[in-house]
DNA sequence: GTCTATAAAGAGATAGAC
DNA sequence: GTCTATCTCTTTATAGAC
């Protein structure tokens, strides 16, 4: 049925069937969260089936944690105004496409602990970074507020799909964007 | 012909049960989400059992609807100023203590349909509401932004506990009120 | 390499004893 | 009115057939 060539064959059509299934991972992790998505559902959707998930994976949880693994941003440096302009760009990002990974990350972690931690340890991070550079006393507590703006952002319009959040990403930034360098600057 | 054998005690016995049960479910619905809250679990902590939860509210999603329903808002009105800042007190309240039922429907919101309509047709109520009021064509994009903004200070401090968010409510809302009443009157 | 059958565990829901 | 025992279903995970 398949071709005759064994060994390079296989090794490939492993790859693309992990592929697929972490593919299917990630959008249905995105969309149902952890408790809700089922191994049986990740391998229809991939074309596939539960045992060779879990062959290929180990466990629900280890799929999870590659699926939903939150890729680093990148670092935040510079002038209060730089910084502006990094952080509105990261989140123009955010809200043009939507991040599969993080998202299934951001909707598991407010019924699962590991990636409530993954969420929490990647934003933190973040803005530990920023708050360093920030001036003013409240510099950690504007850069938090940064990090809650964005979050709740990101949240609005991909998992809630709030109202007057459906707007284009330009037009979001243009009103956000001067907060955010508000926000940055002390002002 | 009274009570020899009181009926009023057991109405009384079976209220209470019934109190302790819905703040065991409030409490647990909000700290582990919905699938991840058992029956049993609710049970327990009421001090109770899990035929009696299910005899007094029928199923699980019954006693969730009913532990998670979100108190209405006051009514917002009058100057975008004086709109900004009903939404400030109201932020303030939401910063100060934890709204028990609505952290459930918070929580629960992200892996259970039910409750993201919950919270979504709180939320967009609230905001249309806000955005007739408001003055500039993009009203309706900067009352989502205000709503995006108290969903993601609510949860990121009473949910993810986010670092830099643990302040005092005053000292937030001396850095977040400035910016809704921006976004209220479109300055 | 891939898929089927099933074991093991845990959940919500129900019936009936006290 | 309250609690115990159990039924049934669904899930992850495993063992082994193609």
Redesign the interface.
Known sequence: MRRLKPMATRVEQRQRTEARILTAARRLFGE?????TTIRAIATEAGSDPGLVMRYFGSKEKLFAQAAAIPADRPIEGSPEQIARLLTAALTDKLADEPTAALAA??????HPEA?EE??AA??SQ??QV?AQLPGD?A??????I???????V???H???????D?SPE??I???GP?IE??ATGA
């Open positions: 149902h969260g952890f408790d809700r951001l909707r598991a972690m407010f019924s409530a969420v929490r934003m933190t803005q530990r708050a409240d950690v507590l504007r850069s938090g507020v990090g809650a703006l964005t979050l709740g952002l949240v609005s319009r998992l809630v799909r709030l109202d007057g959040l707007a037009e979001l243009a009103v956000v907060i508000e926000l």
